[in-house]
């Protein structure tokens, strides 16, 4: 804990800046944070930066100015153990699950390599992915059938259990339910929110939807042009966006509300 009694965040990039090659700034000088056991999310169109502060935050760019730090460490000096250890503790939840998941395995056997990687023996594997399963609220049969097989709402949840398979403390969800149907992305906030209870996990939240976050998220930051424009709590933000792209954002969220 700090001196003011707030948790030290788990992740943490200040300032950050990564250029397109040729120079134009895809994040200039972004600044944010995510706590643990709560959620960070991150608001902006197609094209305004938010897949490339996702890929910092995992570690797999460098930026060019600034620093990103996972638990107080720079996530791109750590090599070996340190390294791995690192990446059970940060995981991911993409997009598009039927994407990220190899079609010719089943979906059990996704989970069962995200266990391998991280040192799980062979014998207990079975028994772990059929628990991760239960745990996202999938019956642990359909882990015998193929990402085919499955719906996206399914396929979601095994995406889901594959980053849980490590016990991490912070999850990036990029557009986790953009991707799905209103009834299968309502049953996924759904449960992202129930295992955040559970578990304590973090999220950094990524969406083109303010309706969407409002769900899930503690506090929220509008990425426009690769700056962050406008930040602060859920409830504020909403009920007073201070930002002419925030109050569009707004809009465009309120027009697509049901009723």
Not at 215 to 235: I, T, Y
């Amino acid at each position: 804990m700090t001196a003011t009694g707030t948790a030290a965040p788990l992740l943490l990039l200040d300032t950050v800046t990564k250029r397109y090659p040729g120079g134009r700034p895809a994040l200039d000088g972004v600044s944010l944070a995510v706590t643990p056991g709560r959620t960070t999310g991150l608001v902006g169109e197609s094209g305004s930066g938010k897949s490339t502060l996702a890929r910092l935050a995992l570690g797999l760019l460098a930026p060019d100015a600034g620093t990103v730090r996972f638990a107080g460490q720079d996530p791109y000096r750590l090599r070996g153990p340190s390294a791995a250890a690192v990446r059970a503790r940060l995981q991911f939840v993409p997009q598009n699950p039927r994407g990220s998941l190899n079609p010719g395995l089943r979906a059990g056997s996704a989970v069962a390599f995200a266990l391998a990687v991280h040192g799980t023996p062979r014998r207990q594997r079975a028994e772990a992915v059929a628990g991760l399963f239960r745990q996202v609220g999938l019956e642990p049969g359909l882990a015998r059938r193929y990402p085919r097989e499955l719906s996206g709402g399914q396929l979601q949840r095994v995406a889901i259990a594959r980053a849980l398979a490590t016990g991490p403390e912070l999850v990036v969800c990029d557009e986790p339910t953009s991707a799905l149907d209103p009834g299968s992305q309502a049953q996924v906030l759904d449960l992202l929110a129930e295992l955040r209870q559970r578990t304590g996990v973090g999220y950094l939240f990524i969406s083109h939807d303010l309706a969407v976050v409002r769900q899930l998220a503690d506090r929220v930051s509008v990425l426009r042009h690769g700056r962050v424009v406008e930040e602060g709590p859920v409830a504020d933000l909403w009920s007073a966006p201070a930002h002419p792209y925030t109050r569009a954002l707004l809009a465009a969220a309120d027009d697509r509300a049901p009723g």
